[in-house]
C-alpha cells in the first residue's frame, strides 16, 4: 500500500481553526477532490466531522476514533486501530490520509507521498501540521496557484515523494 498526505498548510504550518479550515480557497478544494477522487481517504473523526455533507462521495472513507461504538452510516469505516487498514485496502492501492494533526503523526513513519498546498498567508488556527523530514523526500512537482477574487491568497501545489 502506499501511503500519501494530503493537506493544505499556512505560512506557520496551520491546518484547521475551530473545527474547520482557517481560509476559503475553493481551487484548493478542487485541487483536494481531484487528488483524492476514487482513492481511499483515511481521517481522523474531527476533520470527518468538519464535512458538511458527511462522507465524501466517489471513494472509500475510513475515519480513525479512538471509540468503538462511534455511528458512521453503512458507507464508511470505522477504525481504532491503524493496523487494520490493510482489511480494507489492497497492496497496490495508494491511501490518502487526509488528517488531522493526529492521524497524519499515526502514519508518519509509513508515508511515501505528500500532495501539499503552501498558502502564503499567516491565518489564526488551533491545529497545526506535524513537523516532517524533508529530507526524506524530493520535490517532484511544483505549481504555482491561481489568485483570483475568490483565491486571494497566493498558493502553490506541492508534490513529494520518499527518496
Ligand atoms: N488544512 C488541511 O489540510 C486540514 C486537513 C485535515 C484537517 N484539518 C482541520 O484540522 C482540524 C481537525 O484536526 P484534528 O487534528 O483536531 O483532529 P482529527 O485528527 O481529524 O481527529 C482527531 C480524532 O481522531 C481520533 N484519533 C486521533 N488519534 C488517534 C489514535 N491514536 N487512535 C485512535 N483514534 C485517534 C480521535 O477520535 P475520538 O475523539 O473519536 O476518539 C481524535 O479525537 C479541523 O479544524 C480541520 O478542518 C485541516
Not at 477504525?79 to 499515526?106: C, H, Q, R
Request: charged share 30%; aromatic share 12%; hydrophobic share 35%.
Amino acid at each position: 500500500m502506499i501511503i500519501s498526505f494530503v493537506w493544505a498548510e499556512d505560512k506557520n504550518h496551520i491546518i484547521g481553526k475551530d473545527g474547520t479550515l482557517p481560509w476559503s480557497m475553493p481551487n484548493d478544494l478542487k485541487h483536494f477532490r481531484d487528488v483524492t477522487a476514487h482513492h481511499t481517504i483515511v481521517m481522523g473523526r474531527k476533520t470527518y466531522e468538519s464535512f458538511p455533507n458527511g462522507p465524501l462521495p466517489n471513494r472509500l472513507n475510513i475515519v480513525i476514533s479512538r471509540n468503538p461504538n462511534y455511528q458512521v452510516p453503512e458507507s464508511v469505516v470505522l477504525l481504532t486501530d491503524k493496523n487494520k487498514l490493510s482489511d480494507y485496502v489492497d497492496d497496490d492501492t495508494e491511501v490518502m490520509v487526509i488528517g488531522g494533526a493526529g492521524i497524519f503523526e499515526m502514519f508518519k513513519d509509513d508515508v511515501d507521498r505528500l500532495y501539499l498546498t503552501r498558502i502564503d498567508h499567516a491565518f489564526d488556527g488551533d491545529v497545526k501540521m506535524i513537523d516532517l523530514d524533508y529530507s526524506k523526500f524530493k520535490l517532484s512537482e511544483k505549481k504555482e496557484g491561481i489568485v483570483d477574487d475568490k483565491n486571494i491568497y497566493p498558493y502553490t501545489f506541492e508534490t513529494y515523494d520518499k527518496i
